[in-house]
């Protein structure tokens, strides 16, 4: 089993940066990638980036490719979301996920249903 903690989300202001944590706990052996998800009120979650975590290759939803960078540190268990130049339409529940292969294998990052493991989501709310 698989415990996942989001955490680094706030207000901001329109410009503004933050970089959201996702620290995991329990058998993190068995995983291969993780990813950031996000939902705003009235919209369906969509897919943000993802990192295998061995390799360190990410990929990114073509709305945050040079806005967004994901990273991890391995020793210390976490993945990070820095978000800059945020905007008012970043403002949702963030999430993270972490996956024990179908997603991997498949290619198939941005597919929510094929992630095993979710945090609790941390809210980002942007100000215009």
């Known amino acids: 089993q698989v415990h996942l903690v989001d955490s680094g989300g706030g207000l901001v202001q329109t410009g503004g940066s933050l970089r959201l944590s996702c620290t995991q706990s329990?058998?993190?052996?068995?995983?291969?990638?993780t990813g950031w998800f996000r939902q705003a009120p009235g919209k369906e979650r969509e897919f943000v980036a993802s990192?295998?975590?061995?390799?360190?290759?990410?990929y990114y939803a073509d709305s945050v490719k040079g806005q967004f960078t994901i990273s991890r540190d391995n020793a210390k268990k976490t993945v990070y979301l820095q978000m800059n130049s945020l905007k008012p339409d970043d403002t949702a529940l963030y999430y993270c996920?972490?996956?024990?292969?179908?997603?991997?294998?498949?290619?198939?990052?941005?597919?929510?249903?094929?992630?095993?493991?979710w945090g609790q989501g941390t809210q980002v709310t942007v100000s215009s």
């Open positions: 996920a972490a996956e024990m292969g179908r997603a991997l294998y498949s290619r198939e990052y941005a597919r929510g249903d094929l992630y095993d493991y």
């Open positions: 329990g058998r993190t052996d068995t995983l291969y990638a």
């Open positions: 990192i295998i975590l061995d390799t360190g290759l990410t």
